[in-house]
């Protein structure tokens, strides 16, 4: 998995964090800071982030 491509949107971020192995870009944090929870797109980035925390369990177990 190249570290630099953000999960949610695909794109090549150095910016951002690792986040439990995955990397997210600024963009996509700022976007999630400000999408509201009764948002469709927030339910998408907590699948994403759901995702990226199974298979880290999964890897580290
Ligand atoms: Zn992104």
Redesign the pocket.
């Known amino acids: 998995m190249n570290p630099n491509i953000?999960?949610?949107?695909?794109?090549i971020?150095k910016d951002?964090i690792n986040l439990l192995g995955a990397h997210?870009?600024?963009?996509?944090?700022n976007?999630i800071s400000k999408t509201d929870i009764d948002d469709i797109e927030y339910e998408y980035y907590k699948s994403i982030i759901k995702k990226t925390w199974l298979n880290y369990i999964i890897e580290y177990s």
């Open positions: 953000c999960q949610i949107c695909n794109g971020e951002g997210l870009c600024t963009n996509c944090l976007r």
